[in-house]
Nanobody, 123 residues
């Protein structure tokens, strides 16, 4: 079984930055695709960013492209989400997700999920 532990959420002003981290247990991290999702109140969980097993391919939602960067360090079993130029509409609970599929999917069909970390962006 895999456990995902997230950190780095918090409160920032519009235009500021945050870096989220997700540490995974187990030896399967390097064999999995990883992604970040977010969910705002009364909205469905939506895809934010994804990364392939080797880190060679990344994928972003149109709403965050150019502002967010996903990366991974397989030696540390950790995936990151660098968030710059934050906007109030980025406010949501952010979830780390792990998938054993070889292709990143934007659907919430991942095998393991983190507990979520709150990101709040003030005007």
């Amino acid at each position: 079984q895999v456990q995902l532990v997230e950190s780095g959420g918090g409160l920032v002003q519009a235009g500021g930055s945050l870096r989220l981290s997700c540490a995974a247990s187990g030896r399967t991290f390097g064999s999995s695709t990883m992604a970040w999702f977010r969910q705002a109140p009364e909205k469905e969980r939506e895809f934010v960013a994804g990364i392939s097993r080797s880190g060679g391919s990344t994928y972003y939602a149109d709403s965050v492209k150019g502002r967010f960067t996903i990366s991974r360090d397989n030696a540390k079993n950790t995936v990151y989400l660098q968030m710059n130029s934050l906007k109030p509409e980025d406010t949501a609970v952010y979830y780390c997700a792990l998938n054993f599929k070889v292709v990143v999917t934007t659907k919430p069909e991942y095998d393991y999920w983190g507990q979520g970390t709150q990101v709040t962006v003030s005007s």
